[in-house]
């Protein structure tokens, strides 16, 4: 199995393999660019450079070093999981579209991850990296199942909790909302994620997997996401996201009311 590294990034988790799905990760990066260009070169009208951390305090910033490798942990587990799915059903010769899709969110999962490397190579190394990486291995490990349908059945719930955590982080009243250059970022990975949601549950629904299933499978993944996630509560207290109401979101799968 080969593994294809990021140019200047370091992999948290989980280094990418690539096997097959070169093509589109370079059509994909090719698509985002400009973008990645833009985030990047931004520059002030007086002509100096933007930094990407613009507009956190410095306990933003150190909040910020802790989400983003714990992010980056989600997208590296997530390229894996799609890759090998599209290829199994590519195997198949079976639901071709599907693959396709399949591949190409696993191809832009890996765009999100140069996108989030750019902000972790302007972010100081926090102090507990290597329990957050542990604690991420072992959830994302304990989510992995041998039935592809179980499997993804829990992606679905997984991705929908980390829409949820991402949304979250993009309300006005976060304190990342000050930070033009990262929330940036940010929103481009949520709505991404936001079409992955949506594209998976038709996947898991095509595998024959019943509504009620896929309901209690999707409840089991965001509740480890809240268990992950939960150490960080101070964390997102001090980006001004209530900890409780967000866990409670994620858990619950919707929206909870102020």
Avoid at 63 to 92: N, W, Y
Avoid at 149 to 165: M, N, P, S, Y
Avoid at 202 to 220: C, F, K, P, W, Y
Wanted: hydrophobic share 40%.
């Amino acid at each position: 199995m080969s593994e294809y590294s990021i140019p200047g990034i370091d992999h948290v988790c989980f280094p990418v393999s690539v096997d097959g799905l070169s093509p589109l990760i370079a059509e994909a990066a090719q698509a985002r660019e400009s973008e990645v260009e833009s985030i990047q070169n931004q520059r002030q009208t007086d002509g100096l450079e933007h930094d990407l951390l613009f507009g956190l305090t410095t306990r933003g910033i150190e909040v910020m070093s802790r989400f983003v490798p714990t992010l980056m942990c989600g997208e590296e587990s997530a390229t894996h999981v799609f890759q090998r799915e599209a290829k199994r059903i590519k195997d198949l010769h079976a639901q071709q579209e599907s693959s396709r899709l399949l591949k190409q969110i696993a191809a832009e999962e890996v765009v999100h991850e140069r996108l989030l490397g750019l902000l972790r190579a302007r972010l100081p190394e926090p102090d507990d990296l290597q329990a957050l990486r542990r604690r991420a291995r072992f959830f994302f490990f304990r989510l992995a199942s041998r039935d592809p349908a179980t499997h993804f059945a829990r992606i679905v719930g997984l991705d929908g909790g980390v829409c949820i955590t991402l949304n979250s982080l993009l309300q006005p009243s976060s304190a990342l909302a000050r930070a033009p250059y990262a929330c940036q970022i940010w929103n481009r990975i949520w709505r991404d994620e936001a079409q992955h949601v949506r594209i998976s549950r038709q996947h898991v629904l095509d595998m024959g997997i019943d509504q009620a299933t896929l309901n209690q499978e999707s409840e089991h993944a965001r509740k480890g996401l809240v268990e992950l996630l939960r150490p960080l509560a101070d964390d997102f207290e001090d980006m001004k996201v209530d900890p409780d109401k967000l866990f409670l979101r994620i858990a619950r799968g919707g929206e909870v009311q102020s």
